[in-house]
């Protein structure tokens, strides 16, 4: 799938919400998803989570963080300081993911698809005409540029 062509071109900067953990992107997402597994849910203490994936290579994170491994292949890094989850890292693979409500612009980004809708919450209304997917994405990340 191809990514929104509203995108803002990178860099992307962000950090966590009091400002300890920052993060610079200098590639094109390779995915924008907005997902609503139980797992997302809790982390991120929201009805579900906005992320962008990024080529590892292509991020770099300052300051302190700590993380929760929430799957065996699944690290989410939060800021020691504010609690910020600020960072999703596969541990399988070569990318990182931000939540899009980190991005000091925080549209710059535009979410793609929707993934685990079998456990959205019953309240929320999806009418945004995104793909929705009862699991998993069956499409892969993108080839970075
Ligand atoms: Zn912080
Ligand atoms: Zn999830």
């Not at 990182?96 to 209304?125: N, Q, Y």
Request: aromatic residues 8%.
């Amino acid at each position: 799938m191809a990514a929104d062509p509203r995108n803002l071109p990178p860099p992307y900067e962000g950090g966590c919400a009091c400002g300890a953990v920052r993060f610079r992107v200098e590639a094109a997402p390779i995915g924008v998803r907005i997902c609503h597994c139980r797992i997302c849910q809790q982390a991120m203490a929201s009805p579900f989570i906005v992320q962008a994936s990024f080529p590892k290579s292509a991020v770099s994170v300052t300051g302190e963080t700590a993380y929760w491994q929430s799957s065996p292949r699944l690290r989410r890094h939060f800021c020691l300081r504010c609690g910020t989850r600020v960072t999703i890292e596969p541990v399988d693979g070569d990318r990182l993911a931000f939540p899009l409500a980190t991005f000091d612009d925080p549209g710059a980004l535009h979410p793609e698809m929707h993934i685990w809708v079998t456990s959205r919450i019953p309240w929320l209304k999806l009418d945004d005409g995104l793909p929705q997917h009862p699991e998993a994405s069956p499409e892969p990340y993108r080839t970075p540029e």
